[in-house]
């Protein structure tokens, strides 16, 4: 199937009649001629619907709270504001592959036990002392820290702690609405028994080690089983990389999150990583076939994405559709985190990315 | 994020008109309220748009030739009737991830080089002679022989017999689209010039073999080189399975098209495989993530998808969406070949399939 | 651990004594000073014990029809003479991994059905008719087919033909026995029960084909499903080859047995491929880590390995130790089997070559 | 090829004299009956020329530090004691695939930079502040740390603390020589000159992160990137599983060693892990294919390998052989570091172990 630069020879007037006569008695038939929507169907370059947007945290965070005084937990099962993509209004989703919220958990709350087919992760943006339990063994959050809860483990939240919390929900609803591969279950019970101790997972994987038993191991963990990376440690990293390297001209310093046990991304459908810009450096135009979720942990600058330029501030969130030629601006050093679902162009020999 | 089993509590008539109230304030800035839609987003099982549907190969025919009398191929660039899923109006997909068409290619007829990020396969439903290119080597077609087009290599059409050919084209252009991936290209001239042999592939590729060089080998092979897979090797190849072993009560003898260097998929996007079912065979009912593109190659029998009961001649098409409870059954032996989405689901770890 | 061109200093007499005091005292201990053997220990380049050496046919053939008229099958289990490297002896090897020896099979003679963890291929020199079974599906052989006898299956032979059969036995033997993992059993009965039609394993995975069944379907198929690559197959393969390209300088035109499922080598601890070199071609020099025992399958050249060179006739045998540089020259089309232990190099990720 | 229980019919006198006569005129041709040494050649079970053995760390430490005193690093170039299997004199090897050996730097000692194809592992058994320089990045060793100098990575050592410094050296020489693939060589300076600050590897792997540049990433990454594996990080991590799990009745609580780009083995050639036996604990009896190196780290217990019983102290070092029945017993809480060849017994599909 071919793009359309070529100019096809034209159609007779009586020949464009016959042929409108021909799509009437073919439509009860669920039949319809390529020729007339081949330009639309094969590109030359990607035509995405998703259009560059930014959420200023102040705004979401205004409108979570008065949510909060208006809905209980209880009542909204979630309480949980969708970051719709301009471009694809009435789809919740903020790229065609992902999705994004903003949920606020406040203090006593908690959210009953349930597994389902999308992978999840959540990065925090405010507050200290919640959890995630996922298979029964917690993760207690603190600012800046990434937690998954991939597809089909069981998982709950809570908020033990005095203040209320807020995170940013990514997950593939769209890829997996795609795909018609949506399960979802209860677990029948608000929380998951205690499995392991808190830290368990990152005990046992994150280390560059894991469980050994005798007889076949592998069978025992699961495909993702390291599932909470501490902002202290995922900070510290960067800086070092930071400290002993050049930035790429790109994206500057950037650490990808890894599933431990196969040195590929933290999920299946999910990548996610961090980056660092040095004060004053500006990146080169970049585009890739991913689209991406970006959130800012630290710092001020500015981000042109196609025609549009926005400025950056602690916590806000902007998304980055596919092939759109971006560039990053740091006026002080700025940290960021993403998400993005390059791992899915990746597996199925799609990604590409063009680094001018 | 949860299913919808439970009943939250009921909200107050004021408490839901301060939700409006804040629903319509935060529309402008594309918040919107996951509450209100989550039961929607994250269901207990697949709710796939598409529906079971059946082309009879006669009538697809009619209307393919009266095309061929309106419009030239060069007209039409490409001559084809796309088979159009009735649950997706318009987009020109016959599942959410796959396309299919029927191609009328008249004697004498070219179609120009050129290469997208689109994987395509075509087989062919009636006429010997005509033949597909790949990155300049022919393969010269025969009725029911299965022909790979892989995501950005080179190919051209051509029909030098004196018969009209026509061949069913699989695609994953619904999948491509989801993943904002399209890129395509022309050559710049009408054909690619020979690189091979006819039937290079096969000799190199197709017998358990593959050409090594001094060096580092790998690198010179394309990532799916053998693309010719004639009726006459996989009927001969199904005919033996069947007689060798007790058919499978869900799906009766199948063999799938590999690629031979991994063992895996033909292509990065689409599985394709073969079936037969012994006269009188019925199978068991079956439900899988997959969705699916059948053809009927010799036989005659039904197949029940859901509520629908579909009989089933020669060259007869028909679509299976995803999870629905399928039942087939063989009056004559009856021999099938299907082209799924199989591949793209067990990449992304989200394959299911249930067996009654 | 360093290499040896540096000079340490030299030792004082009254120093090198209290050295030998101390080594003497140590010795019960079983402890020894690396710096008296480091040199031996690692060295700049490969330092085999094996040499180049070849086996005319006719020599080895008139011994072991010899061997047929003294000793029975039933006597010797196996009617075998060992090809043992003259830089091996006593090792049953003839390079340090592989193993290589020439059997006779009389009419009307059997093997008992056994299996054991050593991988063995066979390939046919002389005579037709007999048969291979593996796990109870027989292979019949013809001239020049290649067999396996994969990892611990069950295998049996036996020559119901007219006229006795006389082919190659290449095994891993020297690798399983330095890796301590050689496990070995008997079926109990002379042999196994028929499993499927002869031919069946090329049917289902000869073709780029692999048998799917519902529900988890990989666990069924034998880690090697493969195993038996007729003459007929390769052979035009590699003439279609050597018709579509230009030889490589330093091996010719060569194919690759392959596992269909995998892509990879034969078996996991060999290689094995064909080569053909058309008349009056020469090759450039190459070494490489891999150690290969050669047979002529056509034509005639000759070959130098190190300082040796030896003339080619038909069936000859001919073993190249690692790293020793190679150079082949055909006179007439010279076609050529050869198996090698390349497979464990580069899963080991010790594989080199170099060409000059 | 066959095992040997089963009895072959004896042989006539006149037989056997007739075969010594066909065996003597084969010898010159390098021709040897296989039916004489079938039975040595595939045996039932594992048949290893290595026997169980222990080092008292007491003993070796005082003849190396003798030796330190009779011969200066710049004249041994590595001052190391070769722990040498009983069962295999003269190979400088602990095992038929591994190498151990105690190495001793004095302070203001340094070994010069050198790359080889053989895989290395120090586990530091003494004293604190000397380095491993991998590349050109430093890590500071301090006692009990695992540290690696993967296949084909330039490497130097120095000690520029006022103590000496004792590791345990594990490396595959006896596998690399087997394969025929030594090579190594010098830089030709000292030292590499510094590439990255000390600690980058742990920084950039060793928390569940990678680097990501823009454009084709893996490219730039060593097969082995992280080389540092920490008491402190291993042994928390050690505690924190004994504390979440019931001990494997065959091995206690385990944690192997990783490469976290691929979730396998730590090298290509040698598996490592280590392994915690609660104060009582005693082992069931399990034998595997793997051969392999412990070192006690902590605690008192003994082990139970075939016939022989040795008590554990403190650094004492034990070795046992493939397929050896063997059985822990701890008195008090006892920690042991090992490692094995077992990745390579995996990947050639060869490794097995029983557990009773």
């Known amino acids: 199937m071919p793009d359309t630069q070529r100019r096809q020879p034209p159609l007779a007037n009586d020949q464009r009649a016959q042929l409108e006569t021909l799509y009437e008695e073919m439509r009860p038939r669920h039949l319809y001629p390529l020729w007339e929507v081949l330009s639309a169907l094969v590109t030359h370059e990607p035509q995405t619907r998703a259009v560059p947007a930014k959420w200023a945290y102040g705004d979401v965070r205004g409108y979570l709270m008065r949510a909060g005084d208006l809905i209980s937990a209880e009542q909204a099962e979630r309480r949980v504001l969708i970051l719709e993509n301009p471009g694809l209004p009435g789809e919740s989703a903020i790229t065609p592959r992902l999705y994004a919220g903003l949920q606020l958990v406040l203090p006593g709350e908690v959210a009953p036990c349930h597994r389902h087919s999308q992978s999840a992760l959540r990065f925090i943006m405010e507050g200290d002392g919640a959890y995630t339990a996922v298979d029964g063994e917690k993760?207690?959050?603190?600012?800046?820290?990434?937690?998954?809860?991939?597809?089909?483990?069981?998982?709950?939240?809570?908020?033990?702690?005095?203040?209320?919390?807020?995170?940013?929900?990514?997950?593939?609803i769209p890829t997996i609405r795609a795909l018609d591969a949506q399960?979802?279950?209860?677990?029948?019970?608000?929380?998951?028994?205690?499995?392991?101790?808190?830290?368990?997972?990152?005990?046992?994987?994150?280390?560059?080690?894991?469980?050994?038993?005798?007889?076949?191991?592998?069978?025992?963990?699961?495909?993702?089983?390291?599932?909470?990376?501490?902002?202290?440690?995922?900070?510290?990293?960067?800086?070092?990389?930071?400290?002993?390297?050049?930035?790429?001209?790109?994206?500057?310093?950037?650490?990808?999150?890894?599933?431990?046990?196969?040195?590929?991304?933290?999920?299946?459908?999910?990548s996610a990583h961090v980056r660092l810009l040095p004060a004053g450096f500006e990146t080169r135009v970049r585009r890739s076939t991913e689209s991406a979720v970006f959130t800012v942990i630290e710092g001020a600058g500015d981000v042109q994405i196609g025609d549009e330029t926005y400025t950056l501030s602690p916590r806000d969130m902007v998304v980055v559709p596919s092939w759109a030629a971006t560039r990053w601006r740091a006026d002080t050093k700025l940290v960021l985190f993403t998400y993005t679902d390059r791992v899915v162009q990746e597996k199925l020999c799609l990604y590409r990315e063009h680094c001018e």
Do not use: C
Request: a negative charge; proline letters at 11%.
């Open 183 to 270: 399960f979802a279950e209860r677990l029948g019970q608000p929380s998951h028994p205690e499995s392991e101790p808190a830290g368990s997972n990152r005990a046992k994987f994150g280390r560059g080690l894991r469980p050994l038993r005798a007889g076949s191991v592998r069978a025992e963990i699961p495909r993702e089983p390291l599932f909470h990376y501490p902002y202290a440690d995922w900070s510290a990293s960067l800086e070092a990389l930071a400290a002993s390297e050049l930035p790429d001209p790109h994206i500057g310093h950037a650490l990808e999150f890894l599933n431990p046990t196969t040195g590929g991304a933290v999920m299946p459908t999910i």
């Open 139 to 172: 993760a207690f959050m603190k600012q800046f820290d990434l937690i998954l809860t991939p597809n089909w483990r069981w998982h709950d939240h809570g908020n033990p702690s005095n203040n209320p919390i807020i995170w940013l929900d990514g997950l593939d």
